[in-house]
Nanobody
Framework: QVQLVESGGGLVQAGGSLRLSCAASGRTFSRYAMGWFRQAPGKEREIVAAISSAGEESTYYGDFVKGRFTISRDNAKSTVYLQMNSLKPEDTAFYYC????????????????????WGQGTQVTVSS
């Protein structure tokens, strides 16, 4: 079992930055590929970013990110981060982190259905 707890959400003005954190329980965090997803009211859940268990060498970003966000992980702290810069009002959503035990260290997963564990989420609101 893996428990995930997100933090770092909040209200920010357009153009501002936020850093989301997702702390994982358990001793095998380094075996898990991680992902950040978001869901806005009335919209489907979408992938924000994903990272392999090996780390920043293998990452994926949703098309809308366009260089504004960075996913990273610290296996020693069992934590994955999402640094979000140049935030836009359309980034307003509930952000979730997810974990999946990876088959290969360089594999990331883009589909939410692939993930086994989910956090409770954190709200990000960007004002115009």
């Amino acid at each position: 079992q893996v428990q995930l707890v997100e933090s770092g959400g909040g209200l920010v003005q357009a153009g501002g930055s936020l850093r989301l954190s997702c702390a994982a329980s358990g001793r095998t965090f380094s075996r898990y590929a991680m992902g950040w997803f978001r869901q806005a009211p009335g919209k489907e859940r979408e992938i924000v970013a994903a990272i392999s268990s090996a780390g920043e060498e293998s990452t994926y970003y949703g098309d809308f990110v366009k260089g504004r966000f960075t996913i990273s992980r610290d296996n020693a702290k069992s934590t994955v981060y999402l640094q979000m810069n140049s935030l836009k009002p359309e980034d307003t959503a509930f952000y979730y982190c997810a974990a999946k035990q990876a088959l290969f260290s360089t594999t990331y997963y883009r589909n939410g259905n692939d993930y086994t564990y989910w956090g409770q989420g954190t709200q990000v609101t960007v004002s115009s």
